[in-house]
């Protein structure tokens, strides 16, 4: 009589006791999953496309686009958004903005090593706002020396700082300690004193400043040099000077040169962009969907969603809104065509023409409080919610189903192993007795 193994025994009828289980728990967990990926996937679309629709649906953007050009390239650029209005406008630019650039009189090693007072205070000044640097604190490693380059670094560093930079730049075989603001116009003059310090040299230094750049505030002239409508600003954009437009100076004009001349106006070509944008963004969605709804059939298999009310919904509910009417037109009307697949489509020739002879119209069906970006962008709100969305809701749904499968794997595994050590007693056990026997029956030859 042969003997048994006990391990490979109690190994196959434990697996036998718990793998039913384990398979049919295993199928449960990848349909789980596969949900969970499908939901997060179109998800992820439905945020893209909600993501593209504002950017063509904010207070400086919208579907029609305007652009702003300028006569000669050089002086200054212009950007319109969607609130520009169009025109035409003559500029002369008499001054760019700069920022204060001084240095302090004192001498400093090339390797910056000038020790500086540990004593009094050091005070900046920008813009009605002050910075007290005490130069006690200067002092980082606490040898009781500070030097230049600490000075600089406690500047720069300083919570307090109000638009302060200190440097040191070495010219000539020398090191000069310079403090710029950060930024640039009249108000940001800087202001240096120092205190306190028993130091002569230093306060002296401060006192007395050399002015390397002047600050200046930026000038321009809506029309002639003199005789137009004169425009300071402290930086060199001109924001909202002119409605929904900015304007960046970069070059001051010599006295007595003719202004500029700036037209701001739709740029057609920009707006159809645009549009092409949010054809290729609403596709983008609809392909998704129909990756995760679709039916199958004998050559294509069913997706994992195809019953999925949520997906249902979202789908019912852009078809409804693309092909209703906004502002008394419909997407139709100027060459926007669905398909009986869903898929959207633009008729160049009849766009073109929409937004020749009514581009008003145009922005309206797109643009603003109930027109068609802001309708989707409501629907798309319940979903995309963080916290109680419903795609938020599903996900957490199914995440709990999976978190139940796995516990319930490991109640199988521990059964399993109960499983496993009884067969191996039992099995063992009865290999003994089967040795035992043989013994006894080689007794008798």
Known sequence: MSSLDPISMATQLATFDVQPFQQRD??????YQSQLTALSKVESALREFRTAMNEMNSTTSSII????TVSQDGYFTANADATALAGSYQIFVEQIASAHQVSADMPVDLDSTTEIP????LDLTINGETMSLDLATVDTDGDGIATMADLVSAINNDSANPGVNATLVRSNGQTHFMLS??????????SVSASGTGQAWFEDAFTNL????????????????GSGLQLTNSSNTFQGFIYGVDITVSKAQTAGE????LNVGADAEATKEQVNQFVEAYNSLIATLDTYTKIGGEDEKRGVLASDPTLRSIESQLTSIVRNEFNGMRLSDVGITISREGKMSIDSEKFDEAQQTNGAALEAMFNGEGALLSTLDSMAEPFLKFSSGLFSSRKDALQAGLDRLDDKQAKLERKYEMSYNRYLKQFTHMNSLMTQMNQTMSMFG
């Open 26 to 31: 295993q199928m449960q967990a990848d349909r």
């Open 65 to 68: 686009k305007n652009s702003a």
């Open 118 to 121: 540990t004593v009094g205070t």
């Open 181 to 190: 603001s950060s930024e640039t116009g009249v108000a940001n003059r800087i």
């Open 210 to 225: 050399n002015e390397i750049s002047a600050p200046k505030d930026a000038v321009i002239w809506l029309g002639e040099e």
């Open 258 to 261: 003719a202004p500029l001349s």
